[in-house]
Structure formats: structure tokens, C-alpha cells
């Protein structure tokens, strides 16, 4: 089969496509036809070898952490799926012709959506789910302040904050404040405004997607006793008067068919700001690195 192969960290020249052996399904697994797969914040940091140190890579592999397609085999105890089922969730590798996954991590895709739609959702949606219920888990009227509020992540957590009946403030670029109208939250915070966060009134809740210096500027407005929750690295020394709690997504069919079919009735949008043929993967890179979910297509 063909798959997009990262041959050395580096930059997208370090892509290639090659001819590589087909993946075999192990017990509990699923073998898939990947109709779309998704780019991730992780691909690139991998790539350029940000992360190499805790996430090291066996060269040369295959990048990719979601997909959507047709089940193609199914590995020994596997019940639940038949050959042919139209299937999306989180699939390392996949950024090839053909992946395997647990059948746990798989769900069917809804009727009413596309796979390209379907390769968007797993890895963002159950973070930024999985960030606010299993994190954050805010009480009605609790007020929440997600960070990167219009990044993929963000858009996530903020829907599902407001499912929760939280009020919820979205931190962004003050140059996209206006966007940011458009998530439906209580408040729009710019957080490169230093006197916008001096202003902002006390928060339960952080759910951040950003980290970095950002977080460590809004802290003092998390109230004692608040949450950090974050899918990015908590601030050291913060936990004597606040509760940090990190997520590493996970995966939860249930909750990503229910994602899928959110976005599919637009309860909030995921934008999708570009799809490529696995041909042009080094494009697809490049693109990832505007923003929005980028996808290869088969
Ligand atoms: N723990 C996990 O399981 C897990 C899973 C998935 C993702 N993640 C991590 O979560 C993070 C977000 O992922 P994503 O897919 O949502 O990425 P994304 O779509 O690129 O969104 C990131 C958002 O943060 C904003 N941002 C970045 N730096 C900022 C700054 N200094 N000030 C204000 N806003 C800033 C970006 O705005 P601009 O576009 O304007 O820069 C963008 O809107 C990544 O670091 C990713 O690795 C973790």
C-alpha cells in the first residue's frame, strides 16, 4: 500500500511517499480502508521534532492519529463489525492506504456524515470533550475561560461548556475578537490584552489549549480552589491553591458518534480549511499550520 512516511524530523521535505508493507489487524483489532484522515497538532510538532524526546518516533514511520473508512478485516475476537461498515476514531498511522486500529477506538460512522467530516472529529473532539466533562466539570453557571477558543480544541470545549449550562468566557487573539462572537460563549476575552485579563472577573475554570506564557498571565484570575484543566503542559508550581488536572484524549465511541452528529446539525462548527490527496501530504502540512483541520483523502 502507499503512506505518506516521515523519513527524519525536520521540515514537510522530510515526507515521502512511499510503498510500504500492509498492515495486518492483531487480536481485538480492526483493519480499515482510510477514506480520510485528519492532520493533528501532534503530526506537526512531531515532524518538526518538537516533541521527540516523550513521543519518539521509530524512523521511518507513519504519521496520523484519526481516520474515517471502510472496514477491511476484522482481527480475531472482534465482534460488533462487519466488513464493509463504515467507520471513523482514533487510528495511529494513518496516513496511509490502510490502517489498523482497536475495535474500542472505533465507532460507525453516522449516516449523515461525510467521511472527510468523520476523519475531523476523533482526536479534537474527544479532547476538547474530555477536557471540560472529565477535567474542568463545571456546575451550571460556573465561569469558565477557554484558551485558543477558536482552535479546533477550543471550539470543542467551548460547545460542550456551554452544553453544561457553564458561562463561558473564550480566550483568542484580540485581532479575532470578532470571530469569536460567532461560538455563541457569554464573554470574549483577548488574551493578548494584558488590561482585558486585569479587568476579567475571577474564573472557576481554565480549560486551556494554549499554555505557555498565556497561561501563566491568567492564573491570578482563576479563583482559589478554581480547576486548570489543559491537553497542553500545566504550569509547574500552581497546585497549592488550585486543582490542575490534565487530559490525554481517550478513546469513547459513544461520545464521538454524539460529537459527529453534533457538528453534522451544526451545534457548533469545526472548520475544515483544507482536504489533499495523499499525494500532495507536504501541502496538507503546510496548510496545518494556518489553523483549522486539514485532511488527506484516499
Ligand atoms: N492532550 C491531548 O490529548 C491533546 C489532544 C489534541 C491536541 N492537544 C494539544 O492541544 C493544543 C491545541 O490543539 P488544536 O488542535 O486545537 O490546535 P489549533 O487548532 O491550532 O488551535 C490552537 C488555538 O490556540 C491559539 N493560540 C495559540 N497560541 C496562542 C497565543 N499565544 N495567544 C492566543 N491564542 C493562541 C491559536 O490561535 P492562532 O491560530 O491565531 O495562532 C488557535 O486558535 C495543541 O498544543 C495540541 O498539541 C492535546
Redesign the pocket.
Known amino acids: 500500500m502507499r503512506a505518506a512516511v516521515l523519513t527524519r524530523y525536520g521540515d514537510v521535505d522530510a515526507l515521502e511517499l512511499r510503498d510500504v508493507e500492509d498492515p495486518r489487524p492483531k487480536d481485538g483489532e480492526i483493519k480499515l480502508r482510510v477514506v480520510a484522515a485528519g492532520l ?3 503530526d506537526l ?1 512531531i515532524l518538526s521534532g518538537a516533541v521527540k524526546a516523550w513521543f519518539p518516533q521509530k524512523l521511518p514511520s507513519i504519521l496520523g492519529f484519526e481516520a474515517s473508512g471502510v472496514v477491511a478485516e476484522l482481527g480475531a475476537g472482534v465482534s460488533g463489525f462487519t466488513v464493509g461498515d463504515r467507520v471513523f476514531g482514533q487510528v495511529r498511522h494513518s496516513f496511509a492506504e490502510e490502517a489498523t486500529a482497536p475495535a474500542t477506538a472505533l465507532a460507525r460512522t453516522p449516516g449523515d456524515v461525510p467521511p472527510i467530516e468523520a476523519a475531523a472529529i476523533p ?2 473532539g ?3 470533550a ?1 477536557l471540560i466533562e472529565e477535567a474542568v466539570q463545571p456546575k451550571p453557571g460556573a465561569r469558565v475561560l477557554v ?9 470543542v470545549a467551548v460547545h460542550v461548556a456551554r452544553q453544561l449550562r457553564a458561562r463561558v468566557i473564550a ?3 484580540g485581532r ?1 475578537a470578532s470571530e469569536a462572537a460567532e461560538l455563541g460563549a457569554d464573554e470574549v476575552l483577548a ?2 490584552d494584558p488590561a482585558a485579563i486585569e479587568r476579567l472577573a475571577p474564573v472557576d475554570a481554565i480549560a486551556d ?6 497561561i501563566g498571565q491568567l492564573l491570578p484570575r482563576l479563583r482559589e480552589g478554581g480547576v486548570l484543566g ?3 503542559a500545566a504550569p509547574a508550581g500552581v497546585k497549592e491553591r488550585i486543582a490542575v488536572r ?4 481517550h478513546a469513547d465511541p459513544r461520545r464521538l458518534v454524539e460529537l459527529a452528529e453534533e457538528v453534522s446539525r451544526g451545534a457548533f462548527a469545526l472548520p475544515i480549511t483544507g482536504h489533499f490527496p495523499l499525494t500532495d501530504v507536504r501541502e496538507a502540512f503546510r496548510r496545518a499550520r ?4 486539514v485532511l488527506l483523502t484516499f
Not at 209 to 214: A, D, L, P, R, Y
Request: aromatic share 0%; proline share 0%.
Open positions: 493533528n497538532a501532534l510538532k482526536v479534537v474527544l479532547t476538547g474530555q484558551t485558543g477558543a477558536l482552535g479546533s480544541v477550543g471550539r480566550g483568542v487573539r479575532r488574551l493578548d489549549t494554549v499554555g505557555g506564557e498565556v489543559t491537553v497542553v490534565s487530559i490525554n484524549a494556518d489553523g483549522g483541520k
